[in-house]
């Protein structure tokens, strides 16, 4: 027997130091590790103690004899991988160690953002004897893309914040949430405070397509959307229009099939899980008849994780369907691939579909006071004009810059070597640092940010413990007094701790993980009120 690791899998790599025989992989600093679309256990080897399962943060590992019957092909999906991908060396990876200095047993360091980033470099400093953190948030809610990006009915993988939740319990740990760097406290004062800074905010702009009629009312990037239905308090207020009978999703990675499920889904069928109020309530009132995926290249490039894609088809209540002719030249041997086909030979079923369509480029949007029909280029040079009410750019994230910091315009990302933010120059910038989606732009899984932040930590830690960092000229119960003062509305533990709470007893009534507040007035008042 053996246990199976399947499509919910974060690639935090938690399993790997656990196993026994290790025989798991890809490990971190393997050449797939950050490109993999999961991790992957070897049946042959694998002794099935189960380790794994009990360190596994998001439960998606199984014992084979107890798989459910949607996620019975992992067992072929892990033992294939193995096919080219032989374990030649099972010695344990031993995760580097440090000790701060005796003359110098103290370092502070701040991050700024509490996404998965953020919080895995907080847990891995906070490892350190001697080592204190400062986390700053913008909203009065931490975690991120995990709270306002994972889509609510994949309640598996917020389980994550468990974790961070342990971490941000520590001594060692101070949060000051609703707070904005920048408005409340600047770069300068940072390192006032602290010997470093670790600079964890994401990537909170979309990227465009650059065509006619973008900006035509009903066009809509996939971080709006997404930010939308997960109650972000920065767009609470958007309405969006369901009257019609199709919406486009420009884009296929697991954004877009996060978008077009949620889109697609019987709104009864979301009621139980966290989805925002406001957006439960309009999706209720939904007319849309399909819901359709495009892409600009063929089946074998499609941007989403086959796992991503096999959940979807699997999904009781979401018709799936292919166009045949536009999938059929694939290589069966990729899985995404072979699902695609076998979905594109499925008979059309009665209800709401999602519609995948490929060699489709966007050309213009067209529209008298809002969209009402998006013109394709296809592969073959024709055009193709498709009716829609709807359409949601689902074409990637980029980092906004931040004043005081070098940034690529291109990329949109900030310059860097080993997560030390760098000059103009190609120099250090002295104390500042950077991780996740900020210094390697928006690709990989949540758990892909643990092996990124690692390799900033070390750079810092090493910086430290050679003496590069300057002392900071202030304390911290200086920087709590002026972050009070300047900021009276912030929110420390005890204030989320009190929205969590307050959160999860309003879902309990409504048989829901929790019932979101989604104002910040309404989050700041939940973080003030008694036991």
């Known amino acids: 027997m053996t246990y199976v690791i399947t499509h919910g899998c974060c690639s935090d790599a938690s399993c790997i130091p656990v196993c026994p025989v290790q025989c798991i992989r ?3 600093g393997d050449p797939d590790f950050t490109t993999a679309e999961q991790l992957y256990i070897d049946p042959a080897t694998c002794i099935d103690c189960g380790a794994c399962m009990d360190e596994c943060p998001v439960s998606a590992i199984h014992p084979e004899w107890d798989l459910p019957d949607e996620l019975s092909e992992y067992l072929a999906v892990n033992a294939d991988y193995y096919v080219d991908n032989p374990i030649v060396e099972s010695s344990p990876v031993e995760p580097p160690r440090h000790t701060l200095p005796a003359d110098r047993p103290e370092l502070r360091v701040a991050i700024v953002g509490t996404g998965p980033a953020g919080c895995y470099a907080a847990a891995a400093l906070t490892d350190v004897k001697g080592v204190s953190v400062t986390l700053f948030e913008r909203l009065p809610t931490p975690f991120g893309l995990v709270r306002a990006g994972v889509a609510p009915d994949h309640a598996e993988t917020k389980q994550i914040t468990r974790r961070f939740s342990a971490m941000m319990a520590r001594p060692a740990v101070t949060c000051y949430f609703n707070v904005e760097i920048g408005r409340h406290i600047n770069l300068e004062e940072l390192l006032e405070h602290h010997h470093a800074v670790i600079w964890a905010v994401g990537a909170s702009d979309d990227r465009k397509l650059g065509v006619p009629g973008e900006d035509l009312p009903g066009i809509v990037s996939g971080r709006e959307f997404v930010a939308w239905y997960n109650g972000h308090p920065d767009v609470a207020d958007r309405q969006f229009d369901f009257s019609g009978e199709r919406a486009i999703v420009i884009g296929n990675g697991n954004v877009a099939l996060d978008v077009a499920r949620i889109l697609a889904r019987p709104a009864d069928a979301l009621a139980r899980t966290e989805i925002s109020d406001h957006a439960l309530e309009a999706l209720m009132g939904s007319e849309l008849e399909q819901v359709m995926v495009t892409a600009r290249r063929g089946p074998e490039h499609a941007a989403f994780t086959s796992g991503e894609f096999s959940s979807l088809i699997h999904t009781d209540d979401v018709a799936v369907r292919a166009e045949g002719s536009e999938v059929g030249h694939g290589d069966p041997r990729d899985r995404a691939v072979r699902l695609l086909q076998e979905v594109a030979e499925r008979p059309p079923a009665p209800g709401r579909t999602v519609m995948f369509r490929f060699g489709l480029t966007p050309e213009a949007f067209e529209g008298t006071d809002r969209v009402e029909s998006v013109t394709f280029r296809r592969q ?10 709807l359409v949601v750019r689902a074409i990637g994230y980029r980092g906004r810059e931040i004043d005081g910091l070098p940034f690529d315009l291109s990329r949109g990302t900030t310059f860097h070597e080993s997560g030390r933010i760098l000059t103009g120059s190609g120099a ?14 928006a690709t990989g899984m949540i758990g892909t940010n643990k092996v990124d932040s690692t390799e900033t930590v070390e750079s810092l830690l090493n910086d430290f413990e ?3 960092l300057q002392e900071p000229t202030a304390s911290a119960d200086v920087l709590d007094k002026v972050v009070r003062e300047r900021q009276p509305d912030v929110v420390d533990k005890d204030g989320w701790a009190r929205i969590d709470q307050a959160e999860r007893a309003l879902g309990r009534q409504a048989r829901r993980p929790r019932q979101k507040f989604i104002s910040v007035d309404q989050l700041l008042e939940a973080s003030r009120a008694a036991n």
């Open 466 to 468: 050679r003496g590069t």
């Open 428 to 441: 250090p910038l002295s104390g500042h640092y950077c991780t996740g989606w900020f210094k390697r732009g």
């Open 26 to 28: 890809p490990r971190p």
């Open 380 to 389: 073959d040079g024709t055009a193709e004009m498709v009716q829609a009410s």
